[in-house]
């Protein structure tokens, strides 16, 4: 599966838009971790805790976003984006979304790795 | 941007990982709240008599410690989040846990918390994706 920020990759030739796709997942960090990114934000600084939950929550977005991709009969999805928001101040809400395509590697153009 | 002269690039400085003191250190205090509220509940049920007050302290003591105690650290996968099963190193999965079926793909990042290099691998007939850390 390729997925790539832009409308088209190199090497390839798109031979079939299949539609839309996203991937959408809200997760919070706990009773634990909020204490402890306020604890942390109190001496300033990366909070560790929030970096993790946001890194978490990306992989999982782009995980369903790629199932959702793969049962289209997709090999690719092509400019994707990330959207982000907040729900109830602790909880973390990021969508990952794209154009899901069928490639095939074209003959005339450069070769470009999956 | 600063340009660099040099044809071979200079590796990165490797990223920080994060301390797991100040979650253990937030875990047991919470904990130790959650046990006092407790106790505070059990005190005014048999000292003042108060039960629905007391019932309702030891009901917020319980949630907190229900929340320390199950509260999930890292994101593993799809179906590892299913069954709540334990992350492995840099939030992937666990070494020689890997599903049969799954192949290596290109993408590859720094997992920012651990400061592991990670690895994506997909499965092509579903679209599931494994990581894995390769340092």
């Known amino acids: 599966m390729i997925i790539a920020t832009t409308p088209s990759v190199g090497g390839y030739r798109v031979t079939e838009t299949k539609g ?28 560790h805790e929030y970096t993790s ?12 976003m790629v199932q959702n991709a793969t049962l289209m009969g997709a090999n690719a999805v092509l400019s994707m984006r990330f959207d982000s928001s907040e ?19 074209d003959a005339g153009a450069p070769a470009a790795a999956e | 941007m ?3 002269s040099s044809s071979s690039p200079t590796p990165a400085p490797p990223l920080q990982p994060s301390s797991p003191v100040m979650i253990a250190a937030a875990r047991v205090i919470l904990a130790f709240v959650g046990g006092v509220t407790i106790l505070v509940g059990l005190g005014l049920i048999v000292t003042d008599g ?11 003591g319980a949630a907190i410690l229900i929340a320390v105690v199950y509260e999930r650290s890292r994101y593993r996968s799809v179906e590892a989040d299913l ?16 599903p049969p079926g799954f ?33």
């Open chain 1, 53 to 64: 939950l946001l890194e978490d929550t990306r992989r999982q977005a782009i995980d369903r």
């Open chain 2, 50 to 60: 108060d039960r629905s007050t007391g019932l309702v302290t030891i009901l917020i």
């Open chain 2, 83 to 98: 069954h709540n099963d334990t992350p492995g190193p840099g939030g992937g999965e666990p070494v020689g846990a890997l």
């Open chain 1, 87 to 105: 729900i109830g101040q602790t909880m973390s809400e990021i969508v990952a979304y794209g154009t899901a395509v069928v490639v095939v590697p």
């Open chain 2, 103 to 135: 192949r290596a793909t290109t993408e590859v990042f720094v997992d920012p918390s651990s400061g592991r290099r990670m690895r994506v691998y997909l499965q092509p007939a579903t679209g599931d994706r494994r990581y894995m850390a390769e340092d």
């Open chain 1, 20 to 47: 839309h796709v996203f991937g959408l997942v809200v997760r919070s960090r706990g009773l634990a971790g909020n204490l402890a990114a306020g604890l942390r934000s109190l001496v300033g600084g990366e909070i």
């Open chain 2, 2 to 4: 600063e340009r660099r």
